[in-house]
Protein backbone atom coordinates (compact mmCIF):
# COMPACT_ATOMS: atom_id res chain seq x y z
CA UNK A 1 0.00 0.00 0.00
CA UNK A 2 1.88 3.68 -0.79
CA UNK A 3 2.21 5.54 2.29
CA UNK A 4 0.46 8.52 1.62
CA UNK A 5 -2.66 6.10 1.19
CA UNK A 6 -1.58 4.49 4.84
CA UNK A 7 -1.27 7.40 6.55
CA UNK A 8 -4.60 8.90 5.15
CA UNK A 9 -6.37 5.85 6.67
CA UNK A 10 -4.79 5.84 9.73
CA UNK A 11 -5.56 9.87 10.40
CA UNK A 12 -9.20 8.74 9.12
CA UNK A 13 -9.12 5.79 11.79
CA UNK A 14 -7.66 7.66 14.67
CA UNK A 15 -10.35 10.34 13.47
CA UNK A 16 -12.96 8.23 13.67
CA UNK A 17 -11.13 6.40 16.71
CA UNK A 18 -11.81 9.85 18.62
CA UNK A 19 -15.50 10.12 17.71
CA UNK A 20 -16.25 6.94 19.08
CA UNK A 21 -14.21 7.37 22.39
CA UNK A 22 -16.50 10.53 22.73
CA UNK A 23 -19.60 9.04 22.36
CA UNK A 24 -19.00 6.19 24.90
CA UNK A 25 -17.90 9.05 26.87
CA UNK A 26 -21.04 10.96 26.48
CA UNK A 27 -22.64 7.57 27.41
CA UNK A 28 -21.26 7.82 30.17
CA UNK A 29 -21.98 11.09 31.41
CA UNK A 30 -25.65 10.16 30.76
CA UNK A 31 -25.60 6.92 32.93
CA UNK A 32 -24.32 8.92 35.60
CA UNK A 33 -27.36 11.90 35.05
CA UNK A 34 -29.91 9.08 34.58
CA UNK A 35 -28.75 7.17 37.82
CA UNK A 36 -29.29 10.39 39.41
CA UNK A 37 -32.70 11.04 38.11
CA UNK A 38 -33.83 7.50 39.32
CA UNK A 39 -32.57 7.97 42.88
CA UNK A 40 -34.50 11.32 42.97
CA UNK A 41 -37.54 9.77 41.84
CA UNK A 42 -37.16 6.95 44.31
CA UNK A 43 -36.44 9.21 47.40
CA UNK A 44 -39.38 11.05 46.18
CA UNK A 45 -41.81 8.52 45.89
CA UNK A 46 -40.65 7.11 49.50
CA UNK A 47 -41.24 10.81 51.21
CA UNK A 48 -44.08 12.04 53.33
CA UNK A 49 -47.12 13.32 51.93
CA UNK A 50 -47.18 16.80 51.34
CA UNK A 51 -50.25 18.75 51.15
CA UNK A 52 -51.65 20.73 47.88
CA UNK A 53 -50.22 23.89 49.39
CA UNK A 54 -46.75 22.31 49.52
CA UNK A 55 -47.08 20.60 45.73
CA UNK A 56 -48.24 24.50 43.98
CA UNK A 57 -45.23 25.90 45.86
CA UNK A 58 -43.24 22.97 44.54
CA UNK A 59 -44.81 23.93 41.33
CA UNK A 60 -44.80 27.44 41.49
CA UNK A 61 -40.87 27.18 42.24
CA UNK A 62 -39.79 25.02 39.98
CA UNK A 63 -42.20 23.10 38.13
CA UNK A 64 -40.91 20.09 38.92
CA UNK A 65 -43.75 18.11 40.59
CA UNK A 66 -43.67 14.75 39.16
CA UNK A 67 -44.17 11.99 42.10
CA UNK A 68 -43.87 13.83 44.89
CA UNK A 69 -46.81 11.98 47.44
CA UNK A 70 -49.35 14.03 48.19
CA UNK A 71 -52.83 14.45 50.34
CA UNK A 72 -55.54 16.06 49.74
CA UNK A 73 -59.62 15.91 50.76
CA UNK A 74 -62.47 16.79 49.11
CA UNK A 75 -65.74 15.79 47.13
CA UNK A 76 -65.36 14.04 44.01
CA UNK A 77 -67.24 15.22 41.25
CA UNK A 78 -68.49 11.88 39.49
CA UNK A 79 -70.56 13.01 36.88
CA UNK A 80 -67.46 15.17 35.07
CA UNK A 81 -65.59 11.66 34.98
CA UNK A 82 -63.13 11.79 32.56
CA UNK A 83 -61.94 8.18 30.32
CA UNK A 84 -58.72 7.59 29.54
CA UNK A 85 -57.14 4.53 27.41
CA UNK A 86 -55.70 2.51 29.09
CA UNK A 87 -54.48 -1.45 29.63
CA UNK A 88 -53.68 -3.38 32.89
CA UNK A 89 -52.31 -6.61 32.31
CA UNK A 90 -53.08 -6.87 28.94
CA UNK A 91 -56.69 -5.75 29.75
CA UNK A 92 -58.21 -2.95 27.78
CA UNK A 93 -59.94 -0.45 29.70
CA UNK A 94 -60.07 3.11 31.12
CA UNK A 95 -58.39 5.10 33.59
CA UNK A 96 -60.84 6.89 35.14
CA UNK A 97 -60.34 11.21 36.17
CA UNK A 98 -62.67 12.77 38.07
CA UNK A 99 -62.36 16.60 39.76
CA UNK A 100 -61.55 16.48 42.84
CA UNK A 101 -63.20 19.89 44.67
CA UNK A 102 -61.05 20.77 47.69
CA UNK A 103 -63.33 23.68 48.21
CA UNK A 104 -65.78 26.95 46.98
CA UNK A 105 -62.93 27.79 44.74
CA UNK A 106 -60.35 24.70 44.27
CA UNK A 107 -60.51 21.52 42.63
CA UNK A 108 -58.12 19.24 40.72
CA UNK A 109 -58.51 16.20 38.70
CA UNK A 110 -57.27 13.05 40.39
CA UNK A 111 -56.45 9.80 38.19
CA UNK A 112 -58.65 7.17 40.28
CA UNK A 113 -57.44 4.00 38.28
CA UNK A 114 -57.98 1.76 36.04
CA UNK A 115 -61.53 0.19 35.31
CA UNK A 116 -62.08 -2.86 32.35
CA UNK A 117 -64.28 -1.39 29.79
CA UNK A 118 -66.97 -3.07 30.50
CA UNK A 119 -67.59 -1.06 33.48
CA UNK A 120 -66.32 2.46 32.07
CA UNK A 121 -70.56 3.28 32.47
CA UNK A 122 -70.23 4.37 36.49
CA UNK A 123 -73.69 2.81 36.50
CA UNK A 124 -71.76 -0.33 36.73
CA UNK A 125 -69.90 0.07 39.69
CA UNK A 126 -71.96 2.25 41.49
CA UNK A 127 -69.93 1.12 45.00
CA UNK A 128 -66.90 3.06 43.73
CA UNK A 129 -68.88 6.22 43.23
CA UNK A 130 -68.08 7.52 47.11
CA UNK A 131 -70.02 10.23 47.98
CA UNK A 132 -69.07 12.78 50.46
CA UNK A 133 -65.59 14.41 51.70
CA UNK A 134 -63.04 11.82 51.07
CA UNK A 135 -59.39 11.93 51.70
CA UNK A 136 -56.45 10.65 48.98
CA UNK A 137 -53.25 9.93 49.01
CA UNK A 138 -51.05 9.78 46.07
CA UNK A 139 -48.36 11.04 43.44
CA UNK A 140 -48.77 14.24 41.86
CA UNK A 141 -48.35 14.23 38.06
CA UNK A 142 -47.41 17.29 35.94
CA UNK A 143 -49.33 18.36 33.05
CA UNK A 144 -47.95 17.50 29.49
CA UNK A 145 -47.77 20.21 26.78
CA UNK A 146 -48.00 18.02 23.43
CA UNK A 147 -48.63 14.58 22.34
CA UNK A 148 -46.01 12.22 23.21
CA UNK A 149 -45.38 11.70 19.70
CA UNK A 150 -47.45 11.91 16.08
CA UNK A 151 -49.18 8.72 16.39
CA UNK A 152 -51.27 9.75 19.61
CA UNK A 153 -54.95 10.37 17.97
CA UNK A 154 -56.54 13.53 19.09
CA UNK A 155 -58.65 13.53 22.34
CA UNK A 156 -62.75 13.95 21.72
CA UNK A 157 -64.28 15.14 24.39
CA UNK A 158 -67.36 15.31 23.30
CA UNK A 159 -67.52 11.32 23.29
CA UNK A 160 -65.71 11.61 26.32
CA UNK A 161 -62.61 9.96 24.68
CA UNK A 162 -59.32 10.50 25.90
CA UNK A 163 -55.79 9.70 24.35
CA UNK A 164 -53.54 12.27 26.13
CA UNK A 165 -53.61 14.50 29.04
CA UNK A 166 -54.60 17.74 27.88
CA UNK A 167 -56.09 19.74 30.57
CA UNK A 168 -57.51 22.43 28.38
CA UNK A 169 -59.60 19.18 26.64
CA UNK A 170 -60.45 17.88 30.09
CA UNK A 171 -61.83 21.34 31.18
CA UNK A 172 -64.69 21.28 28.73
CA UNK A 173 -67.78 20.95 29.63
CA UNK A 174 -67.47 20.85 33.62
CA UNK A 175 -70.41 20.85 35.87
CA UNK A 176 -68.07 23.89 37.81
CA UNK A 177 -68.52 27.78 38.47
CA UNK A 178 -66.41 29.54 36.41
CA UNK A 179 -64.74 30.75 39.12
CA UNK A 180 -63.52 27.81 40.40
CA UNK A 181 -59.73 26.80 39.77
CA UNK A 182 -58.19 23.82 38.18
CA UNK A 183 -55.10 23.11 39.60
CA UNK A 184 -52.53 22.60 36.75
CA UNK A 185 -50.82 19.31 37.77
CA UNK A 186 -52.86 16.02 38.57
CA UNK A 187 -52.58 13.25 41.13
CA UNK A 188 -52.45 9.86 40.59
CA UNK A 189 -54.55 7.76 43.35
CA UNK A 190 -52.39 5.00 45.27
CA UNK A 191 -52.37 1.69 45.76
CA UNK A 192 -55.67 0.20 46.73
CA UNK A 193 -58.95 -0.50 44.57
CA UNK A 194 -62.40 1.58 45.33
CA UNK A 195 -65.29 0.09 47.46
CA UNK A 196 -67.12 -2.63 44.82
CA UNK A 197 -63.23 -3.26 43.67
CA UNK A 198 -63.11 -0.23 40.96
CA UNK A 199 -61.40 1.96 40.44
CA UNK A 200 -58.28 0.45 40.47
CA UNK A 201 -55.59 3.01 41.97
CA UNK A 202 -51.72 2.63 42.10
CA UNK A 203 -51.75 3.60 38.00
CA UNK A 204 -48.25 5.42 38.31
CA UNK A 205 -45.30 3.40 36.99
CA UNK A 206 -42.11 4.33 36.74
CA UNK A 207 -40.46 2.99 33.18
CA UNK A 208 -37.96 5.47 32.45
CA UNK A 209 -35.08 2.99 30.52
CA UNK A 210 -31.62 3.57 31.06
CA UNK A 211 -29.14 1.74 28.24
CA UNK A 212 -26.81 3.97 28.69
CA UNK A 213 -23.95 0.86 29.98
CA UNK A 214 -24.59 -1.25 27.50
CA UNK A 215 -24.83 2.25 24.99
CA UNK A 216 -21.15 3.10 26.73
CA UNK A 217 -19.58 -0.36 26.11
CA UNK A 218 -20.78 -0.80 22.22
CA UNK A 219 -18.91 2.45 21.04
CA UNK A 220 -15.97 1.45 24.07
CA UNK A 221 -16.24 -1.49 21.93
CA UNK A 222 -15.86 -0.33 18.25
CA UNK A 223 -13.27 2.13 19.44
CA UNK A 224 -11.68 -0.98 20.51
CA UNK A 225 -11.89 -3.12 17.32
CA UNK A 226 -11.14 -0.26 15.49
CA UNK A 227 -7.95 0.56 17.08
CA UNK A 228 -6.83 -3.27 16.90
CA UNK A 229 -7.48 -3.01 13.07
CA UNK A 230 -5.41 -0.14 12.74
CA UNK A 231 -2.70 -1.56 14.60
CA UNK A 232 -2.61 -4.66 12.08
CA UNK A 233 -2.98 -2.66 9.62
CA UNK A 234 0.34 -0.73 10.66
CA UNK A 235 1.78 -4.29 11.87
CA UNK A 236 1.21 -5.71 8.47
CA UNK A 237 2.59 -2.83 6.26
CA UNK A 238 5.73 -2.52 8.68
CA UNK A 239 6.67 -6.03 8.28
CA UNK A 240 6.59 -5.57 4.16
Given amino acids: MPRGRLWLLVALGAVLFGILCGLGTWQVERLHWKETLLAN ?20 DSGDIDYWPVTVSGRFLHEDERYFLATRDGEPGWDVYTPLLLDDSHAVFVNRGFVPDALRDPARRPEGQVEGDVTVTGLARSVPHEKANMFVPDNAPEKNQFFWRSLSDMEKGLHLSPTVHIEPFFIDAGQGAAPGGYPIGGATIVDIPNNHLQYAITWFGLAAVLLVMIGALLIQQWRR
Fill in 41 to 60: IDARMHAAPTTLAGIAAIYD
